[in-house]
Nanobody, 117 residues
Framework: VQLQASGGGLVQAGGSLRLSCAAS????????IGWFRQAPGKEREYVAD????????RYADSVKGRFTVSRVNAENTAYLQMNSLKPEDTAFYYC???????????WGQGTQVTVSS
């Protein structure tokens, strides 16, 4: 599976962006699509994930209530709607696939999100 994240950009604090994660190859029903981010000088951190089969969604506490993860199976695409953005959300955002609970094995190239104050 190859993944391509897109939709990043520069936005003012309080604004919104929607990231897309397009997968080429097969996403299986037991797979999970995850979103992660990495800010300069910091470790990569988990943001959210969604189950391809039952649409179960999970979020990091730092984004809960502001970010929404979704997927369109027919498009092989996952989305991350980010609202009420804060400067501390500035990071490179990646999507990844966790196939059948084996851990995240496939990573996209990522997209930059910059939130100005």
């Amino acid at each position: 599976v190859q993944l391509q994240a897109s939709g990043g950009g520069l936005v003012q604090a309080g604004g919104s962006l929607r990231l897309s994660c397009a997968a080429s190859g097969t996403i299986y029903s037991n797979d999970i699509i995850g979103w992660f981010r990495q800010a300069p000088g910091k470790e990569r951190e988990y943001v959210a994930d969604i189950s391809w089969r039952n649409n179960r969604k999970r979020y990091a506490d730092s984004v809960k209530g502001r970010f929404t993860v979704s997927r369109v199976n027919a498009e092989n695409t996952a989305y991350l709607q980010m609202n009420s953005l804060k400067p501390e959300d500035t990071a490179f955002y990646y999507c990844a696939v966790n196939p059948n609970g084996r851990g995240y094995e496939f990573w996209g190239q990522g997209t930059q999100v910059t939130v100005s104050s």
